[in-house]
């Protein structure tokens, strides 16, 4: 199956390549940009590799998800990632996940990318539900979700384990029909 490239004015989103792993380290490997990430910062070259090798990993069937580098058209810098991943194709729905350089925050690339991986997953992959789940404390990325059209649903207890601690994560979701009706006002 071919990787699906998107395009946006300002971004690229393309498949992550083994090249990649200096600049994954370099995000993944920071702990401000990995602080609500959900796994610990990655340590070294050798781990990004295994980061990259574990996101082109769910491609394969059964297609548990696509993720994306996220880099600028200017300079084909890797500035982040963005994924649709555990992708339940019977009940079509499937998990968001995303982060972006810190140098990056703030400029609305992250909106950007989520817009056209959104777009997407549910007009290729007939999703019918992208569900988030975010930190309570990460408030920029509540907000990024929310600008998307995203609704809170409550709170899923510890479910995260990363930093030697558990955590509670909020869920947010976006269904189809709400998706066809704001996608294009952000």
Request: aromatic fraction near 12%.
């Amino acid at each position: 199956m071919t990787f699906p490239t998107l395009h946006t004015p300002r971004l690229t989103l393309r498949e992550l390549v083994p090249s990649d792993a200096a600049a994954v380290l370099g995000i993944h490997g920071n702990p401000e940009v990995m602080r609500w990430f959900g796994s610990d910062p990655v340590k070294n070259q050798d781990e990004a590799l295994r980061l990259i090798e574990a996101f082109a990993g769910w491609r394969k069937l059964p297609a548990p998800g696509t993720r994306w580098g996220i880099c600028l058209n200017e300079t084909g810098e890797l500035i982040g990632s963005c994924g649709l991943f555990k992708w339940n194709r019977s009940w079509r729905n499937c998990t968001l996940g995303y982060e972006l350089a810190r140098s990056a925050w703030g400029l609305g690339f992250m909106n950007e990318a989520l817009q056209a991986a959104l777009d997407y997953g549910f007009a290729e992959m007939d999703l019918h539900r992208v569900q988030a789940e975010i930190h309570p404390d990460n408030l920029s990325s509540i907000k990024q979700v929310l600008k998307l059209g995203f609704q809170p649903e409550g709170c899923h207890r510890e479910q995260g384990y990363w930093a030697g601690q558990f955590h509670d994560l909020n869920c947010y979701s976006l269904l189809a029909r709400e998706w066809s009706t704001i996608n294009y006002a952000n």
